[in-house]
């Protein structure tokens, strides 16, 4: 199917156009992500864009719009990044 929007300039309040399954403790295979989409709302650790690690920062379930590197699951589970 084409994509009506092929040529439309993206920014970071664009709809996302990939999503990856995020693997705890390692880095995004895709680098900085847009956001994160949790299944299961918890607390996780996460390195910023900057290289800055953050614990135990609670994610809800559903869309969360921090931009990040990497993930280490605490009590949050099922997370997805948004590209």
């Known amino acids: 199917m084409a994509d009506r929007f092929e040529g439309t300039a993206t920014g970071l309040d664009s709809p996302g156009r990939k999503i990856a399954q995020v693997t705890s403790g390692v ?35 559903g869309y969360n719009p921090i931009r990040v590197t990497k993930v280490t699951f605490g009590t949050a589970a099922d997370i997805w990044a948004i590209y």
């Open 27 to 61: 880095d995004l295979a895709a680098g900085p992500c847009r956001a994160l989409l949790v299944g299961t709302a918890g607390t996780a650790t996460v390195v910023d864009i900057e290289g800055n690690t953050s614990t135990n920062i609670p994610l809800q379930q």
